[in-house]
């Protein structure tokens, strides 16, 4: 493996020192860079890619992309690689001592140890066929049995098959009993999100056991049944280009196990609020039950005779929450509830129109976006005694044409609400006329110019009509 053999080391000053970096690559070629004192700098020769090749820095513990950077005319790169050492943690930097791969296009190339800041590092770049003999030079001591973006794959076959191990390519999050629980109920639900986790390629599905589990807006629940004794539960996520993210867990039926019923909260419910009341009942007051949220601590339930009763905070988005029932001789029953919690309104916004309008046209389009990160979020717009409901694209945009009928003031109510009931509210005013008007209010039409003069001097009454129609004077008068 190439050593990392930094050719400057870094000066420190109450300021940014800047380096002047002078390189001599390809040829004879020249090319000069100024670099800030917090950077790692990477250059050098590029084997097996042209010119315009992108060349990539990841994170090996979760795929990250730290910088990206393209091959020149001449086969060589420069890649400044931005460093951090504060907390929280800068997204995109990387600190001393990360471990980083290299990739040319989707290619591992080089796996590297980001050194010191400030370091500048000459590491020549080649792109070589994927082979056990590469994976151990890139990866000493890694023997590539993990499966770091949990598709089910190890490292190592990921990377035979010219895949990228340490990109995860769904995001599956799981509600349900954890591994090696047990459960008293002849069916299983499991429920949970997924998401393709930015990749743009989308969600193709998940199932649970070979079953396909129905996808709502990135949601799905299934019910699986159990059988006395263990039971694996396997959940497959995968994507449009059928790379796949599995989660295994064993589950133990245990009808003699003591028994636990909940009544409160429903599966799969959601709620507006931040924490979250547990009912129900054992068969013996002796049992104890406990309760907690995710992976949170347990919380010791109140026990009335044998129904109990016990409040948990809840967390923005998907909660699991796992009830314990323990009998005196140390049997244990398990439940699980999951509850979405949703306690703010969602992002609104209305594009069109920006603001009050008036116009002549016989409709207006009204148009925007919405957004809430928790729930799917419906739109309804209201005019007058018309109410209608377009639909919410997957980016959240909605789109809906409105008919102006007659010449009078419109008012346009647009409310977004999510599914925990919470909503959001734009109006927009809207006055339809006749009339040809300008955005100053002024009168471009000979008969205005005289109907004016008519108001002015009390020839005419000004009508309900004309004032909705914002036709009429005087503009040089008292009102």
């Given at each position: 493996m190439t050593k990392h053999t930094p050719t400057m080391k870094p000066v420190r000053t109450f300021s940014a020192f800047i380096v002047a970096l002078l390189l001599t690559v390809g040829g004879g070629r020249e090319g000069f860079a100024r670099i800030?004192?917090?950077?790692?700098?990477?250059?050098?020769?590029?084997t097996g890619g042209s010119a315009g090749s992108v060349i990539t820095l990841k994170l090996d513990a979760d795929g990250t992309v730290l910088k990206t950077t393209t091959v020149d005319g001449t086969s060589n790169y420069l890649l400044r690689l931005p460093m951090d050492s504060v907390e929280p943690r800068v997204a995109g930097a990387a600190r001393s001592g990360d471990k980083a791969t290299f990739y040319l296009g989707t290619k591992m190339i080089q796996s590297v140890v980001v050194p010191e800041q400030g370091s500048i590092v000459t590491l020549a770049l080649s792109v070589v066929a994927p082979s056990l003999a590469e994976w151990q030079r890139l990866h000493?001591?890694?023997?590539?049995?993990?499966?770091?973006n949990r598709n089910g794959v190890s490292d190592l076959q990921d990377y035979l098959n010219g895949n990228d191990p340490y990109h995860l390519w769904n995001l599956l999050t799981l509600s349900t009993l954890a591994d090696n629980g047990v459960a008293i109920d002849t069916t299983l639900n499991v429920a949970g999100t997924v998401t393709d986790n930015g990749s743009g390629i989308g969600v193709k599905g998940v199932t649970v056991n070979g079953h396909a589990a129905p996808l709502t807006g990135g949601g799905f629940s299934l019910g699986i049944p159990l059988a006395e004794g263990a039971n694996v539960i396997t959940t497959i996520a995968s994507d449009n280009a059928d790379h796949k993210t599995m989660d295994t867990r064993t589950v133990t039926?245990?009808?003699?196990?003591?028994?636990?019923?909940?009544?409160?909260?429903?599966?799969?419910?959601?709620?507006g609020k931040s924490f979250m009341a547990v009912t129900g009942r054992v068969d013996e007051p002796t049992t104890v039950v406990t309760a907690k949220v995710n992976d949170g601590a347990a919380t010791g339930a109140t026990m009335n005779g044998v129904n109990f009763n016990v409040t948990l905070n809840l967390i923005p988005g998907l909660n699991t929450i796992h009830i314990t029932a323990q009998d005196l001789a140390g049997n244990t029953s398990d439940a699980k509830r999951t509850v979405i919690s949703d306690a703010?309104?969602?992002?609104?916004?209305?594009?069109?129109?920006?603001?009050?309008?008036?116009t002549t046209e016989g409709s207006v389009h009204i148009s925007g976006t919405v957004a809430d990160a928790a729930t799917i979020v419906t739109v309804g717009i209201t005019v007058d005694d018309q109410s209608y409901a377009p639909v919410v694209a997957q980016n959240g945009a909605f789109s809906q044409s409105v008919t102006l009928a007659t010449n009078?003031?419109?008012?346009?109510?647009?409310t977004a609400t999510d599914q925990a009931g919470n909503s959001a509210t734009v109006q927009r005013t809207i006055i339809k006329s006749s009339g040809a008007i300008v955005s100053d209010g002024a009168t471009r039409m000979l008969s205005d110019a005289v109907k004016a003069c008519q108001h002015?001097?009390?020839?005419?009454?000004?009508?309900?009509?004309?004032k909705l129609r914002l036709d009429c004077a005087p503009l040089g008068a008292d009102g």
């Open positions: 800030t004192e917090p950077d790692v700098v990477y250059f050098g020769a590029v000493p001591g890694d023997d590539g049995s993990g499966d770091s039926l245990n009808r003699s196990a003591p028994l636990l019923v909940i009544s409160l909260p429903a599966d799969n419910g959601i709620t703010v309104a969602p992002a609104l916004a209305v594009s069109t129109p920006s603001q009050d309008i008036s009078k003031s419109y008012t346009i109510i647009v002015l001097y009390g020839d005419a009454a000004v009508t309900d009509g004309e």
